[in-house]
């Protein structure tokens, strides 16, 4: 079993920024795949961006190209999401996701162990 842990959501203005931390237990991190998602109210669960367990492979939905950058410490268990130049749209509850696979990209199927998630919300 794996425990996922979000934190770092929090209310901020459209052009801000913010960094998303989730913190893993229960299995050696080095040795699993995470994600991240996110959740509108009224909508579907929606890729965000993934990252193998090495961290040298990364993947992004193309709605937060550019902008998101995912990252890990294996060190502290960590994987961070860093949000850049937000937009109302994103506003959502987000949620860290950990796979047994080497990497796991946009499958969402493929994710074994899902976060409680944290509210990012954006006004404009």
């Known amino acids: 079993q794996v425990q996922l842990v979000e934190s770092g959501g929090g209310l901020v203005q459209a052009g801000d920024s913010l960094r998303l931390s989730c913190v893993a237990s229960?299995?050696?991190?080095?040795?699993?795949?995470m994600g991240w998602f996110r959740q509108a109210p009224g909508k579907e669960r929606e890729y965000i961006a993934a990252?193998?367990?090495?961290?040298?492979?990364?993947s992004y939905a193309d709605s937060v190209k550019g902008r998101f950058t995912i990252s890990r410490d294996n060190a502290k268990n960590t994987v961070y999401l860093q949000m850049n130049s937000l937009k109302p749209e994103d506003t959502a509850i987000y949620y860290c996701?950990?796979?047994?696979?080497?990497?796991?990209?946009?499958?969402?199927?493929?994710?074994?162990?899902w976060g409680q998630g944290t509210q990012v919300t954006v006004s404009s």
């Open positions: 996701a950990a796979s047994n696979q080497a990497y796991s990209g946009s499958n969402t199927g493929s994710y074994n162990y």
């Open positions: 229960g299995r050696p991190f080095s040795t699993i795949a």
């Open positions: 990252i193998s367990w090495s961290g040298s492979t990364t």
